[in-house]
């Protein structure tokens, strides 16, 4: 069987863990697949490990006890998830944003792959401990964002619908009314989606009221789950709220000021 150099087996285990994030992956599969001793394998895992923290690029994690391994945590520096917030900022601060009826035009940004993607990374970070079995969110602008958040975490995401779909079999609706139109909805779950009795991260594109979220709440009593907690992009201050559990939010929006100006700033940890 082939032999790799150690430049080589760096490479194949870098892939494939950032491929497969915070999920554990023995020592014995890489050490099969490049036909390397487990203690060449856990020395080149030694090298990922200090050049991923040197260069706040993730974490490699390692899991004691026969069914341990390795795993690989995603993350961004401090600077980095800043400057990315403060960047955020500063696109939506632009008038044209502000539609009829004072709200603000994010849909390019939740289509934006760079974007979402280290929007993701920084909420599953501060999510990493959480011990989430889904990730939650309602169709359809929170889609992207909800998807790589559940990426990262290794988990699966799950999505209530506003309208049934017969495609998805028996599902559970409740009425909610809107944070944001104020008006009565509904939302559902296919029954097969969701295992009873888990823990499950609600994240979206926008947080206004929290009306959504309280909707998300009572469906997941339905399957006798819990949401452990929310996350979003833009989390609006401008009307109060009163959530089942507290939020995460990368930057806020506070409105328009009295010169028409959008008045955004990165949310605080």
Same mark, same amino acid.
């Given at each position: ?9 760096? =490479?194949?285990?870098?892939?494939? !863990? ?24 856990? @020395?080149? +895992? %030694? ?32 600077? @980095? ?6 960047? +955020? ?19 390019? &940004? ?17 999510? =990493? ?21 559940a990426r990262y975490l290794g988990v699966? %995401? ?25 008006r009565l909805g509904n939302m559902g779950?296919?029954?097969?989606? !969701?295992?009873?009795? =888990?823990?499950?991260?609600? +994240?979206?594109?926008? %947080? ?10 009572? !469906? ?6 819990e949401l452990i907690g929310i996350g ?15 939020? &995460? ?17 990165? =949310? @605080?940890?």
């Open positions: 069987m082939q032999k790799y150099s150690r430049n080589s087996r760096i =490479s194949a285990i870098t892939k494939i !863990l950032i491929e497969n994030p915070n999920k554990i992956m023995s020592l014995n599969y890489f050490s099969e697949m490049l036909n390397a001793a487990k203690s060449t394998i856990s @020395e080149d +895992i %030694l090298v990922i490990r200090e050049i991923m923290e040197t260069l706040e690029m993730g974490m490699i994690e390692t899991i004691a006890g026969a069914t341990g391994g390795v795993r690989y945590v995603a993350r961004i520096g401090e600077e @980095e998830e800043k400057a990315f917030a403060n960047a +955020i900022c500063e696109t939506l601060r632009d008038k044209s944003r502000i539609v009829p009826g004072n709200f603000l035009y994010i849909t390019d &940004i939740m289509l934006d792959p760079t974007i979402v993607h280290r929007a993701g990374v920084i909420l599953a970070s501060r999510f =990493s401990k959480a011990k989430a079995d889904y990730v939650i969110t309602v169709e359809t602008k929170g889609i992207p964002l909800a998807y790589e958040v699966p %995401l799950i999505v209530a619908r506003k309208n049934s779909k017969v495609t998805e079999g028996t599902s559970v609706t409740i009425n909610y009314v809107s944070g944001t139109t104020g779950l296919a029954k097969r989606t !969701l295992k009873t009795s =888990s823990r499950c991260l609600f +994240i979206d594109d926008f %947080l206004r009221a929290g009306g959504t979220v309280n909707g998300i709440a009572d !469906l997941l009593n339905e399957f006798d789950s979003v992009l833009v989390d609006s201050k401008e009307v109060a709220k009163k959530l089942p559990t507290p939020y &995460i939010s990368l930057v806020d929006y506070h409105g328009v000021d009295e010169e028409g100006n959008v008045v955004m700033e990165a =949310s @605080e940890k």
